[in-house]
């Protein structure tokens, strides 16, 4: 443990899920190594090694980047006990690590560890879709519209006159999520990125089911979409619906996503040109 000491000392939620071996559901020999992993966007993530009686293993411990400072961003997607919920079904199912412990109140997770890459193949990401729609989640259907809007006010929190952000009361928008909120509930992931997608052996393992819920399966693989760009987005969503996919809802879901992108974007403080926004809304009346 000399080595991790150092890392011990700087962050008071590491020491807190270590303190914390006794409960949890891996029994735990020794801590062997600890190293943090490159950055994660809105989470730090430990990669522990630890010996049980059946051998040497490696957890991951995840816990929110912020620190709770004014100013600074909070949760924007689902409330952390839904997302572990969900996490819980999609891991009995085998698309997601196995969870060890949680601490609801500072949010952390301990479970398996599942490796980076290889990138997924198109197979692999419909597979990993079909499967994930067939779950039955926890909580109401995600609310486009109310994602939108939560990303609007962080960004406007900030005070940077220099944000673009789309209003979801625009007539283009409301347009757009009245079509997909016509389509059947499916379970679905809703940040189905290439980060997102680790592996435990030679299987994809899905992490950060924190914006997890039911939706329409057309958003869900538009996001999938945009996060892994070297798959072709229409051979995606045709493999993932077949005959009865509906190419002017995939077009609409694609610019809603770019929509939900846009005031992300802003919500994290990085300028997108106006000009950018407005083809969005363009292209919604157009569809």
């Known amino acids: ?15 807190l899920a270590l303190e914390q071996l006794s409960d949890w559901t891996v029994s735990v020999e ?3 190594s600890i190293f943090l992993l490159p950055h994660r966007g809105a989470h730090r993530v430990y990669r522990v090694g630890i010996t049980t009686e059946q051998g040497r293993r490696d957890v991951a411990i ?12 909070t949760r924007l ?21 196995q969870l060890f412990w949680t601490d609801p109140e500072h949010e952390i997770a301990v479970m398996e560890y599942a490796t980076a890459g290889p990138a997924v193949n198109l197979e692999e990401l419909v597979e990993c879709l079909q499967r994930i729609h067939d779950l039955t989640l926890e909580g109401n259907r995600l609310s486009l519209a109310t994602i939108l809007d939560d990303y ?33 509930e499916a379970g679905c992931h809703h940040d189905l990125n290439s980060a997102n997608l680790l592996r435990q052996g030679h299987r994809p393992s899905v992490i950060d089911w924190e914006y997890a819920a039911p939706g329409d399966v057309y958003f869900d693989t538009a996001a999938a979409s945009a996060g892994n760009p070297s798959i072709d987005g229409t051979a995606l969503i045709t493999a993932v619906l077949g005959e009865k ?16 992108e846009i005031n992300w974007l802003a919500a994290m403080g990085e ?11 363009t292209a919604l009346e157009a569809v």
């Open 1 to 15: 443990m000399s080595l991790s000491q150092p890392l011990l000392k700087q962050d008071a939620m590491l020491r």
């Open 30 to 32: 020794t801590v062997s």
């Open 62 to 73: 995840r816990m929110p980047s912020r620190s709770n400072q004014p100013g600074e961003i």
């Open 77 to 97: 997607g689902q409330p952390f006990e839904r997302e572990i919920a969900n996490h819980v079904i999609a891991s009995q199912h085998q698309l997601a690590p």
């Open 152 to 184: 609007r006010r962080a960004a406007s929190t900030r005070g940077d006159c220099k944000v673009t952000t789309l209003d979801p009361e625009l007539p283009p928008l409301q347009n757009a999520f009245a079509a997909l909120a016509e389509q059947p």
């Open 245 to 260: 996919t509906d190419l002017r809802l995939w077009q609409i879901a694609r610019l809603v996503y770019r929509a939900v």
């Open 271 to 281: 300028v997108v040109a106006p000009r950018e926004a407005q083809m969005v809304l």
